[in-house]
């Protein structure tokens, strides 16, 4: 064995008040460290390179055999390298030629009822000037699924928009198709969709539950902070009919937990306020936030200090978020459940998410785009329902975006949880959604130590938590 060395990019270690955590950074996986494996990490802090020799102060405290053992595990883990092997920090690029296609989008209306003033939809407009998607593209657009990825067993249909339930005959028809088509395959589907909430009817309630759709609302928060942005066509706030309606939502619908989306705007930061008020007080299962940071119109980006209010407070609702998890209680608050479920299952990402894999978007034309935030840009199409993915050109895509060298996401300690982000910031900041979007890099990393903190607690005072609240909505 020669001289080694620490492959800092694989780890990073958090302290959780005595004890050490180590994050290996390649499978998002979390260890405890036990007083050897530190005590060995803390001698290849002090020195650049450790020799054999120089572990001989180690003896007066463990067996050689102890050390050999610990030694090897950080080598497999290729968090320590002793120049035999070149340790991996990111896989080598690949080529991609297999698209799990299991998830389609489709963008049932161009139209949308409100005009929520920092919308990012670049098709967007009115109902009266919204342009529908046909049937036929429709059902192309699942014959696309089936055709690109079959014999799955199981299948997303994604109704978006616009608003989609203002393209409610669109939907019921795909609905009762989708249903006979994937029943005769022997495949499950799901549908859901993201809605405003202002068109929902008792009755469409009862459809929606006969179907089993999974509901998003969006919702902004307490009414002075919704109608601020969240107006009709004419300048109105729609808190009082949204909140109407959701009342009325939660009280019917059966088939599934109902979530909150909340979109953080310039002036709209306080996110425990928020929260309280939507998990709180109306009800909702799970309330979920996404700060605007690179949007079109400017104004409506967060400032500087703004994000990092935002995250002050998202940590604070991560608190909360472990108090319940410590004490065996589900806490509602999606971005830290998701954090802590890629941790839980070692999610590696590669990609950010599974836009232009897993996912396409159809526009109403029938175009395939990389996800719901791209249909109507003026980024290049992906193929269309009729003649299927354009392969060449997906597949150029993701392996650029799969190469982080030269990028400053090579050697991120986050990076196989972040993977340069969400494309269509890119595109919305750079114009280019290969690149990596670095506005908030240190506010993400700090979340994500967060993360780390929060999840090796729960495991080390109430590991049941996973089994109980983590495992069994991963597979619902
Ligand atoms: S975008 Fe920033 S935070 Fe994300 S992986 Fe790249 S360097 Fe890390
Ligand atoms: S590209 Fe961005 S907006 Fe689209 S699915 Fe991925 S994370 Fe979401």
Request: net charge negative; hydrophobic share 35%.
């Amino acid at each position: 064995m020669g001289a080694m060395t620490l492959v800092k990019p694989n780890l990073h270690r958090v302290d959780v008040d005595t004890r050490q955590m180590l994050f290996h950074i390649p499978s998002s996986s979390i260890f405890e460290l036990d007083d050897l494996g530190r005590e060995l990490l803390a001698l290849f802090d002090a020195h650049e390179q450790v020799a054999p020799e120089q572990l001989a102060g180690l003896a007066a405290r463990y067996s050689q055999q102890d050390v050999m053992e610990v030694l090897d595990e950080l080598r497999s883990l290729e968090v320590i390298s002793d120049g035999s092997t070149v340790a991996r920090i990111n896989p080598a690029p690949q080529q991609v030629n297999k698209f799990p296609l299991t998830t389609v989008v489709l963008n049932v209306n161009t139209g949308c009822n409100l005009s929520c003033t920092y919308c990012y939809k670049e098709d967007l407009t009115t109902p009266s000037k919204g342009e529908k998607m046909a049937l036929d593209t429709a059902i192309q657009s699942v014959e696309m699924l089936l055709r690109e990825s079959p014999d799955q067993p199981n299948y997303n249909v994604v109704f978006f928009g616009g608003e989609p339930l203002s393209n409610m005959p669109l939907i019921r028809e795909v609905v009762d198709y989708c249903e006979k088509r994937f029943a005769q395959l022997d495949a499950t589907v799901d549908f859901t969709m993201t809605t405003n909430a202002t068109l929902l009817t008792e009755e469409l309630v009862d459809w929606f539950n006969a179907h089993r759709f999974g509901l998003t609302i969006s919702m902004d928060g307490p009414k002075a902070m919704h109608d601020k942005n969240r107006i009709t066509v004419g300048g109105q706030g729609t808190y009082d009919v949204v909140r109407r309606k959701v009342e009325m939502l939660l009280k019917r619908y059966t088939a599934r937990p109902v979530g909150c989306r909340v979109t953080l705007t310039r002036g709209i930061t306080d996110v425990e306020r928020i929260y309280d008020h939507l998990s709180g007080e109306l009800g909702f299962f799970e309330v979920g936030f996404g700060p605007v940071t690179s949007g079109d119109i400017a104004e409506f980006n967060l400032t500087g200090e703004e994000l990092i209010e935002v995250f002050a407070g998202m940590k604070r609702l991560g608190q909360r978020y472990l108090e319940a998890a410590l004490r065996n209680e589900n806490f509602g608050y999606g971005n830290m459940h998701q954090l802590i479920t890629d941790m839980y299952e070692g999610n590696k990402k590669l990609v950010p998410c599974g836009a232009g894999l897993g996912l396409l978007a159809v526009d109403k034309d029938g175009g395939l785009n990389l996800c719901h935030r791209f249909t109507g840009s003026d980024m290049e199409l992906f193929g269309d329902v009729t003649h299927g993915i354009d392969k060449p050109r997906l597949a150029e895509f993701v392996e650029k975006r799969l190469d982080r060298s030269d990028t400053g996401c090579e050697t991120c300690r986050i990076r196989n949880l972040c993977s340069g982000g969400c494309y269509h910031e890119s595109y919305a900041k750079y114009g280019d959604p290969t690149h990596p979007s670095y506005h908030y890099c240190d506010l993400m990393r700090d979340w994500v130590d967060f993360g780390v903190e929060v999840y090796a607690r729960i495991m080390l005072e109430n590991p049941g938590f996973f089994e109980a609240h983590v495992s069994p909505r991963r597979s619902a």
